[in-house]
């Protein structure tokens, strides 16, 4: 399963990518999906099972993530 985190900004979904990485955690940066947003935007993509480590790395990080969101849903 997939998932993806969205960003306000590109430099946070670069940051986050990079962060994932650095923890081992398999992350791609891929465009926002139009169901999600009509804007033009990046989101990463991630393992659905590194969503809780995910997390904690974003917050400890103090990388602003806008929504996660599990692709399988939509």
Avoid: N, W
């Avoid at 985190?5 to 986050?16: D, G, Q, R, V």
């Avoid at 169901?35 to 995910?54: M, T």
């Avoid at 400890?60 to 993530?65: A, Q």
């Amino acid at each position: 399963m997939s998932c993806l985190a969205t960003f306000k900004t590109t430099s946070m979904a670069l940051l986050f990518e990079r962060a994932c990485r650095g923890a081992g955690i398999s992350a791609r940066i891929a465009p926002v999906p139009r169901k999600l947003s009509s804007s033009c935007g990046l989101a990463c993509e991630f393992p659905c099972e590194a969503q809780e480590a995910v997390e904690s790395l974003a917050r400890e990080k103090k990388i602003d993530v806008g929504s996660y969101h599990d692709m399988d849903t939509l």
